[in-house]
T-cell receptor, first 114, second 113 residues
Framework: AQSVTQLDSQVPVFEEAPVELRCNYSSSVSVYLFWYVQYPNQGLQLLLKYLSGSTLVKGINGFEAEFNKSQTSFHLRKPSVHISDTAEYFCAVRVLGGNTPLVFGKGTRLSVIA | DGGITQSPKYLFRKEGQNVTLSCEQN?????MYWYRQDPGQGLRLIYYSQIVNDFQKGDIAEGYSVSREKKESFPLTVTSAQKNPTAFYLCASSIGGAGETQYFGPGTRLLVL
């Protein structure tokens, strides 16, 4: 079975500062990796995903993530955050070769302070 | 506009009552999913369906039921057997393939009176 650990439940950061949201996964087989964002009382929106190829993945809103197979990590980064980035962020995995559902971490709440 | 619609946005349930949450998609996706979201718990899978007339239990299926009679519709019934139904419910869909994105609806918040 797969599992996802998001190491920080809450991350406060000042506006225009860099941020890193950490995600580690556990799986006995190869997986695809995803980051989603959720604004208050809304559904989830895909930020980016890693399927294969370059380990550095660029997404929407200036976010990027790096896949590290040896450390089983997929950390999300942004060099300079805005107030509008305040939201909850979810890391998720899915097993290759099927249409099984995503397995989600518990989420990290990013609060950007003016 | 293509997308996923969930209705209602808010739903109130009385003790002992069954309620049904609607999920409709016009993306022509084969697979549909129901997740439950509680504060600090992330998203937990209730049921999913990879094709019409077929569905599988997720991690927390007890107290819930689903049907998939049409490709575009995947309603979730919260039965009276679900003792703690207050939560935010999210429906999602995806085209076939593990690398494909799951798209989410706006959610339904269920509250128990």
């Amino acid at each position: 079975a797969q599992s996802v650990t998001q190491l920080d439940s809450q991350v406060p950061v000042f506006e225009e500062a860099p941020v890193e949201l950490r995600c580690n996964y556990s799986s006995s087989v190869s997986v695809y990796l995803f980051w989603y964002v959720q604004y208050p009382n809304q559904g989830l929106q895909l930020l980016l995903k890693y399927l294969s190829g370059s380990t550095l993945v660029k997404g929407i809103n200036g976010f990027e993530a790096e896949f590290n197979k040896s450390q089983t990590s997929f950390h999300l980064r942004k060099p300079s955050v805005h107030i509008s980035d305040t939201a909850e962020y979810f890391c998720a995995v899915r097993v290759l070769g099927g249409n099984t559902p995503l397995v989600f971490g518990k989420g990290t709440r990013l609060s950007v302070i003016a | 506009d293509g997308g996923i619609t969930q209705s209602p946005k808010y739903l109130f349930r009385k003790e002992g009552q069954n309620v049904t949450l609607s999920c409709e998609q016009n993306l022509n996706h084969d697979a549909m999913y129901w997740y439950r979201q509680d504060p600090g718990q992330g998203l937990r899978l209730i049921y999913y369906s990879q094709i019409v007339n077929d569905f599988q239990k997720g991690d927390i299926a007890e107290g819930y039921s689903v049907s998939r009679e049409k490709k575009e519709s995947f309603p979730l019934t919260v039965t009276s057997a679900q003792k703690n139904p207050t939560a935010f419910y999210l429906c999602a869909s995806s085209i076939g393939g593990a690398g494909e994105t799951q798209y989410f609806g706006p959610g339904t918040r269920l509250l128990v009176l």
